[in-house]
């Protein structure tokens, strides 16, 4: 991390791991430091800045839990691709299904498939759904 330099207020009521997260966290997301620029080892910064190892090495996993930045043994630390967008449902696909699976009186709870119908054969001891195809296919009619 050749670039923009990490500054820790030890005066301040914020903890030191926090202002380092938050400061490399802006950093990553306002492109400051692009897509696979690799960050110092935990110890590098942590003496540069006179903390403990463990206090950089927290800003760091908090930067990767939340998807920031990478660790690889024997790669280092680099700046993580940013996140895929997600895609949202399609409502008329979602009210579709609904339709299809409240015609055959059927809900499916974490438990398994409750209701009527094909749903409750068992195979090796578990409850699974029926093959979709000719129910899908009654639907679309």
Not at 17 to 44: D, H, N, W
Not at 57 to 83: D, F, M
Request: charged share 25%; net charge positive; proline share 12%.
């Amino acid at each position: 991390m050749n670039g923009p330099a990490v500054h820790v207020d030890t005066a301040s009521p914020v903890p030191p791991y926090e202002q380092i997260r938050a400061q490399l966290a802006a950093l990553i997301t306002t492109g400051r430091m692009p897509e696979g620029e690799r960050l110092p080892t935990v110890r590098q910064p942590a003496a540069d800045l006179g903390l403990a190892a463990g206090t950089v090495a927290r800003a760091y996993r908090e930067l990767e839990a939340a998807s920031l930045i990478r660790t690889r043994r024997g790669a280092g630390t680099r700046v993580a691709p940013p996140p895929a967008p997600t895609r949202t449902p399609d409502p008329a696909k979602l009210a579709e299904l609904a339709r299809c699976s409240g015609r055959y009186g059927t809900r499916w709870t974490s438990s398994g498939c409750t209701g009527g119908g094909p749903c409750n054969r068992r195979r090796g001891g578990t409850t699974v759904p029926p093959r979709p195809s000719s129910r899908l296919r009654r639907c679309a009619r």
